[in-house]
């Protein structure tokens, strides 16, 4: 029987209205079984912020059946694949579809993560590029490190940046109440500058995350570098 599935598994109609409902569903929502029948999957499964008629499920069950599987990525950073197979119970009659929806959330997270490493490491490669290259003045190095840097972090499109160094000022100008990370050059003997990033603040509110911290103070350490080799 669909009790026996371990994720939560609807029977829908065409319409998006739940015929039947297992217990993991029931569980989920904090409801009974014969309480989720009737009401609408898309109001209580997918994604609220979208009609049905533009959801990547309900889209679909108008259509000639056939099976199909759609990933839905809901509030709260919540993500969801959905398993849908059509099937018919009396000959004749318009199929509906057995829907089961596994929570995904978890390996989403991981391969986000795992892609925002890759992102900082291509970005670390092509500042090391930059530092190697004997020929470029600080001025010209500081500002080819300020094109590649956003390369590096969660919200490229969104980062902001400032410098402040001996061999002039670099980027944009820090806001008053913005919450940012710093990181300063420095040798043994003196500071002569300092790096400052933000995320643009016209929108939601973005958080830093650790390593973003060690990659500024790492690019803060290369530059640091070709200063003393200079």
């Not at 989920?28 to 609408?40: E, M, P, V």
């Not at 040798?187 to 958080?207: I, K, M, N, P, S």
Request: hydrophobic fraction near 35%; include cysteine.
């Amino acid at each position: 029987t669909y009790d026996t599935i371990p994720d939560p598994t609807y029977i829908v109609d065409s319409g998006q209205t739940i015929q039947q409902a297992n217990l993991a569903a029931a569980r989920i929502h904090g409801t009974s079984a014969a309480q989720l029948t009737g009401r609408s999957v898309h109001e209580l499964v997918h994604d609220p912020r979208i009609l049905a008629a533009n959801c990547p499920v309900c889209s679909q069950l108008d259509k000639p059946p056939k099976e199909f599987l759609a990933q839905l990525n809901l509030p709260n950073n919540k993500t969801v694949e959905c398993h849908l197979a059509p099937f018919t119970e009396r000959l004749g009659e318009k199929p509906v579809w057995v829907m089961v929806v596994h929570d995904i959330t978890k390996r989403q997270l991981l391969l986000q993560d795992l892609q925002q490493r890759v992102n900082e490491v291509r970005c670390l490669n092509q500042i090391n590029q930059l530092c190697n290259t004997t020929h470029v003045s600080m001025t010209e190095l500081l500002n080819q490190v300020m094109q590649v840097m956003p390369s590096g972090f969660s919200h490229p499109e969104r980062i902001r940046l400032n410098i402040e160094s001996h061999w002039g000022d670099f980027g944009d100008t820090i806001p008053a109440q913005a919450a940012y990370l710093q990181t300063v050059f420095r040798d043994e003997l003196q500071q002569f500058g300092r790096l400052t990033v933000w995320y643009d603040q016209d929108q939601d509110t973005l958080a830093f995350i650790n390593e973003e911290q060690r990659l500024i103070d790492h690019i803060s350490s290369q530059i640091t570098d070709v200063h003393t080799r200079l």
